[in-house]
């Protein structure tokens, strides 16, 4: 199995930052894309950025520039770097990933973190 356990959502105002961590443990070969997904009540799933596993990026339109995405394959952790925050992009922010349980198979296994709450407002 693997839990995805994300952390550092919180309340800020406006202009400010957070920074979000998810971890993954358990037993896997590796762990390939990993995504953060926001949802805001009323509202689609989107998804926010992307890394791959060798550091290859995309981000939604609406946080280009504003966020970053970045990862430490030693710890098995991925961040989002959340800048020049906006009320818009409050939101319950999930962590994805795509996992290889083994080195013997190319199938992707894909997992979901609990979700951490981000509300950015005065």
């Known amino acids: 199995q693997v839990q995805l356990v994300e952390s550092g959502g919180g309340l800020v105002q406006p202009g400010g930052s957070l920074r979000l961590s998810c971890a993954a443990s358990?037993?896997?070969?590796?762990?390939?894309?990993m995504k953060w997904y926001r949802q805001a009540p009323g509202k689609q799933r989107e998804l926010v950025a992307a890394?791959?596993?060798?550091?290859?990026?995309n981000y939604a339109d609406s946080v280009k520039g504003r966020f970053t995405i970045s990862r430490d394959n030693a710890k098995n952790t991925v961040y989002l770097q959340m800048n020049s925050l906006k009320p818009e992009d409050t939101a319950g922010y999930y962590c994805?990933?795509?996992?290889?349980?083994?080195?013997?198979?190319?199938?992707?296994?894909?997992?979901w973190g609990q979700g951490t709450q981000v509300t950015v407002s005065s």
């Open positions: 890394i791959r596993r060798d550091g290859n990026t």
């Open positions: 994805n990933a795509d996992v290889r349980t083994v080195s013997y198979s190319n199938v992707d296994f894909n997992y």
């Open positions: 358990g037993r896997f070969f590796s762990i390939n894309a």
